[in-house]
């Protein structure tokens, strides 16, 4: 710590480490090119080392290039978390633990709403496909995929999806579009592997009065993105849940096949420790969730 340097001198030998000479750093600086010269031979002699070449044009020695990117990387460490810092204030922070997949596609997207009703609730997500501890955990509330049975927690039912096939243009253009669902026997079908909270296409067939044990399948996936990425590259047909296609279909980026309903069996609910949830910020995001959620619902059909 005796080798630490005041601020003043570690700035002036950042700045000198991105210029050629003196006089180019002193005028960043806005001070003199000697004030310059006097701040870096203060520097090397309280390290006792040579930081600098002199001559026409500065040359850093092996030892200021080695400790040039961690002065600056300092400053600009500093600069961040100060701006941070300043942007905060008067904020309260909601960390929001949730699904990778639901983050990415339903929630993020209307999270610009939130910070124009409510610009004071500075929202953190925190993105997992395990259970949430409470006890255990930072965060103070959650968005969850599931039946509903949450023992000793706050919950409300925010939305249930959809399930339907889709398929990119480009699929439909090589393959034809299907008239009726046996026809999807033929095509490429994409699967999401694992969470049996989710339906797979022998649920769908049956759903739509077919019984058949063999599958044309492409490619097993282990997570919904991946299996909607695959159906926007056109390899194969994907079964979908409405909150995470919704800008896909609107784009017309993927298309719907078949308006035959098939609600999931799992739906999406609020959670949070008892008590906590009449919080002022808490309350604020659990209504605007609830309001978003309700308009979901009204689209899911």
């Known amino acids: 710590m005796r080798d630490l340097p005041p601020t003043a001198t570690l700035r002036a030998f950042e700045v000198a480490t991105r210029h050629a000479t003196f006089t180019s750093a002193a005028e960043e600086l806005f ?8 701040q870096l031979k203060k520097l090397e002699e309280l390290w006792g080392l040579q930081l600098f070449e002199r001559g026409k044009t500065l040359r ?7 400790l040039a990117p961690l002065v600056r990387e300092f400053f600009s460490k500093l600069e961040t978390t100060l701006a941070d810092q300043r942007e905060q204030k008067g904020r309260v922070r909601l960390l929001v633990n949730t699904t990778y997949s639901f983050a990415l596609k ?11 009703l409510h610009p004071e609730i500075l929202v953190t997500i925190e ?17 969850r995929f599931g039946h ?3 023992p000793a927690l706050h ?24 008239r009726v669902p046996a026809e999807l026997l033929r095509y490429p ?18 759903q739509v009065g077919l019984n058949t044990d063999v599958l044309h399948e492409s490619v097993r996936f282990a997570d919904t993105n991946m299996t909607i990425e695959a159906a926007l590259l056109g390899q194969g047909i994907a079964l979908a849940r409405s909150g995470h296609v919704e800008k896909e279909l609107l784009d017309g980026c993927l ?9 999931s069996p799992a739906a999406y609910y609020f959670v949070c420790p008892a008590g906590i949830e009449t919080r002022p910020h808490i309350q604020k995001f659990r209504s605007w969730l609830l309001s978003e959620s309700h308009q979901a619902q009204l689209s899911y059909r």
């Open 31 to 38: 001070i003199t090119q000697s004030a310059v010269s006097h």
């Open 255 to 263: 298309v719907r096949l078949f308006d035959i309903p098939f609600p």
């Open 106 to 116: 339903w929630l993020l997207p209307r999270l610009p709403g939130l910070a124009r």
């Open 189 to 206: 079908l994409l699967t999401r592997e694992g969470a049996d909270l989710v339906p797979k296409w022998d649920a769908w067939f049956k």
């Open 127 to 143: 993105s997992t496909d395990s259970a949430i501890n409470f006890t255990s955990a930072d965060s103070e509330v959650a968005i």
């Open 148 to 150: 509903g049975n949450y």
């Open 60 to 66: 850093l020695t092996p030892a200021g290039t080695a």
């Open 155 to 178: 919950s409300d039912f925010m939305f249930r999806e959809q399930l339907f096939p889709v398929a990119s243009p480009t699929l439909l253009k090589r393959f034809g579009i299907p």
